[in-house]
């Protein structure tokens, strides 16, 4: 079993900054690909980021390259996503996410997830 608590999300303007942070319960964290998800209101959910075990792979939307980082403390059980230039767009409920695999982390009915941190980015 695994717990994820997300905290960061708040209001910000548009260009500014946020940056958010997941704690995972459990003493395996470091065994998982963790995920940065997002589902904004009439929306799908849509997949931010992820990062393997090791921090060794990395993946982005296409929405969000080049102003967003995820990393990842294992030693703290934590996963970090920096949010820059954040955008109107960007706003949305940010979820994390657990998993086994980089490719399918978010659509595995074993993966665990956290009750979501509202980001919110005035134009």
């Known amino acids: 079993q695994v717990q994820l608590v997300e905290s960061g999300g708040g209001l910000v303007q548009a260009g500014g900054s946020l940056k958010l942070s997941c704690v995972a319960s459990g003493r395996t964290f470091s065994t998982y690909v963790m995920g940065w998800f997002r589902q904004a209101p009439g929306k799908e959910r849509e997949r931010v980021a992820a990062?393997?075990?090791?921090?060794?792979?990395?993946s982005y939307a296409d929405s969000v390259k080049g102003r967003f980082t995820i990393s990842r403390g294992n030693a703290k059980n934590t996963v970090y996503l920096q949010m820059n230039s954040l955008k109107a767009e960007d706003t949305a409920v940010y979820y994390c996410?657990?998993?086994?695999?980089?490719?399918?982390?978010?659509?595995?009915?074993?993966?665990?997830w956290g009750q979501g941190t509202q980001v919110t980015v005035s134009s």
């Open positions: 990062i393997s075990w090791s921090g060794g792979s990395i």
């Open positions: 996410a657990a998993g086994r695999t980089l490719p399918a982390i978010g659509r595995s009915t074993g993966d665990y």
